[in-house]
């Protein structure tokens, strides 16, 4: 997955100064200092922004290149206990191929699998730029000791995972423990070598705004690839409202730092109508800059499908029937 430098950002419309004016994070209390010197969130006005950015309505040529986008960002999702090897191949070939009747639809971002089936989804990808990610560190609780998650990325590395999403230790965030968070963060970093790290958050479980903003900080601050919303696990996953939070901080870090960071979220999102509204919001916050799978992702097993189903009635006129397409 390939990254934009500053300079290649600034061509697409999003100002990155040169001079990063991030301070340096050395001790747990410059990071205390740093995250308390955020500003607060506006619940109501963020709510209200949400609100509006809704009701837009896409042209239909803009609506089918929004369509192929969201395809193109799908991270194709199987995390259950009952995964097999059979499932996961099936998978990668829904990944590579969506709709194998129509070859000019995109091929998703990438495949998420638990790391003892990144081998297999590896052999199942090789010659596609579809990338191969695995959850770790102890997905989805994010309760373990340093080592054991250390472990549990190795493993997904060892394997070959071109990325890694991790879960950050809720608990310990909202003990106020923000030093153990960025540590562990900065730490699964390094572990991860050249593939990239997508920090999931939990914002179902941080409670508030201001949390999902502080969390995404200091996420950044470690040292993060993307942030992540969810692990899909949990009563509330993805919201619009939490999105726009995130990617309002990705846009203020890049500003500072002149490092641009991607967004993922994930959980929830089944339908082509809340995907496309999730691209409105990614556009009007952030910019065109991020509209691309290197900076946003959808987390999902079930969008696709109603993205394939969407798509063909653009072009047809007609509804396919659901089982036209691939379960997985």
Known sequence: MASLRPAEVRARGVLIPTVVSIPSIDTDEELRRHVRSLSGVDAVGLESRVAKLGTRSLKLSTKMTAIDLAIS????????????????????????????????????????????????AGRALADTSVAVASVATAFPSGRASLGVKLHDVAEAIDAGADEIDMVIDRGAFLAGRWGQVFDEIVAVKAACGDAHLKVILETGELVTYDNVKRASWIAMLAGADFIKTSTGKVGVNATLPVAL???????????????????KVAGGIRGTKDALRYLVLVNETVGDAWLSPEYFR???????NDLLMQRRKQLSGVYPRPDEFSGD
């Open 298 to 304: 959808f987390g999902a097993s079930s969008l696709l």
């Open 73 to 120: 960002m799908v991270d194709l999702t199987t995390l259950e206990g009952a995964d097999t090897p059979g499932r996961v191949s099936s998978l990668c070939a829904k990944a590579r191929r969506p709709d194998p009747t129509d070859a000019v639809v995109p091929h998703v971002a990438a495949v998420c699998v638990y790391p003892d089936l990144v081998a297999l």
């Open 245 to 263: 939070v995130m990617l309002e901080a990705v846009r203020d870090f890049a500003e500072l730092s002149g490092r641009v960071t991607g967004v």
